[in-house]
């Protein structure tokens, strides 16, 4: 879809950026919010001082460290250079947005052969946005940071990615870093471990409000009735409305059907797991049943009940705020017909 009014985020992401790298940023959300839209958008608006390098993990099969280092970075088939400085110094000039960082083959090939991969790695990095930074900001955004969450070689690969997030941003005021990801488990995990207290902060990306859903609806010609009959059934979530968008036919009939399948969905996971684990049912019925008077509900810890409607994208978890909500307005109301069905 095309970008729609993110004006708040943009706004909050341009004041990081002007001020000196000093924090990893995670930028979090329910699934299909338009965090990657926005990210996308902000690249496209940056001006000339700044240096975007954006890598995207989504869908990636990483197992190793050969397989991450071959996503983070963009080989140069043609650069011999074996100077990191004389490298960056060579593509300053014509270096737009990238998708991974730059390095010449020769050097690639060196890390490769070396037994601990991620020194070398994180020392190339660390040389090459030093001479990048005497002519513009670096900035590194990794997206869909969750996918190596797990990877353990010599140790949590994330482990040493955020050891040298802190050594960019809050030592050397290199460079601006942004994690983003739509699993609110992983977030959690980040936002519990105390690893990283004072060294990050948290910028949610969420669905539309209303008002911004309705100047997107109106954008788009839709009536009076179908404003409404979208907002009940699907909130703001952009993917959902881009849906309704093309089904100019009958909108309200597209929208009701997205909810019969979602509740379908949701009914499959949920009583399925009642033949397989009664207690566990039992315990996330108790949670789901939170939800018919509310639309959010707090909580103190991630209970096994909590994770596994998380696990499914039934639930979203928002750490910062020790919430718990609907992965959307359409979730929402599957849960309550299927509660109240049951």
């Known amino acids: ?9 943009i706004k909050e992401m341009q004041a990081i950026l002007d001020a000196e790298p000093s924090l990893i940023t995670f930028v979090y959300g329910p699934i299909n919010s338009g965090k990657t839209t926005m990210i996308s958008h902000l690249i496209e608006e940056l001006p000339d001082e700044y240096a975007p390098f954006y890598v995207n993990l989504r869908g990636r099969f990483i197992t190793d460290y ?18 990191v400085a004389e490298y960056a110094k060579s593509i300053l000039n014509d270096l737009g947005a990238v998708s991974g960082i730059p390095i010449p083959i ?3 090939e060196q890390i490769f052969e070396k037994k601990d991969k991620s020194k070398d790695m994180f020392r190339y990095i660390e040389r090459f946005f030093v001479e990048i930074s005497k ?14 969450g797990d990877l353990k070689i010599n140790g949590l690969l994330m482990y040493k990615l955020f050891n040298f997030f802190i050594r960019l941003t809050k030592e050397l005021h290199l460079c601006h870093v942004f994690a983003v990801s739509s699993d609110s488990l992983f977030i959690e995990q980040v936002y519990s471990g105390a690893m990283l207290e004072g060294r990050c902060r948290y910028l949610l990306v969420d669905d539309f409000d209303e008002e911004t859903t309705i ?15 979208t907002w ?11 849906e309704l968008v093309n089904a100019k036919d009958d909108r309200k009939g597209k929208a009701e059907e997205m909810l019969k399948i ?4 949701i009914e499959e996971i949920v009583y399925s797991l009642e033949a397989r684990d009664k207690e566990m049912f039992d315990a996330v019925m108790g949670v789901l049943s939170e939800f018919i008077g509310n639309a959010k509900v707090g909580y103190r810890y991630l209970s096994d009940e909590i994770k596994f409607l998380v696990g499914k994208n039934i639930i979203f978890v928002d750490s910062v705020n020790k919430e718990l909500r609907p992965q959307s307005r359409t979730n929402l109301l599957a849960i309550r017909e299927m509660i109240e069905d049951g």
């Open 232 to 242: 009940n059934c699907c909130g703001g979530k952009p993917i959902c409305l881009v």
């Open 215 to 229: 100047a997107f609806l109106e954008g788009h010609g839709f009536t009076g009735d179908e404003k409404v009959v």
């Open 106 to 108: 020769n050097l690639f």
């Open 262 to 265: 979602r509740k379908g969905q």
């Open 66 to 83: 050969e397989d991450f280092l071959n996503v983070l970075f963009e080989i140069d088939e043609g650069g011999g250079v074996d100077n």
């Open 135 to 148: 002519k513009r900001t670096p900035i590194l955004i990794l997206d869909e940071l969750q996918v190596i």
């Open 1 to 9: 879809m095309a970008f729609h009014n993110r004006e708040k985020e």
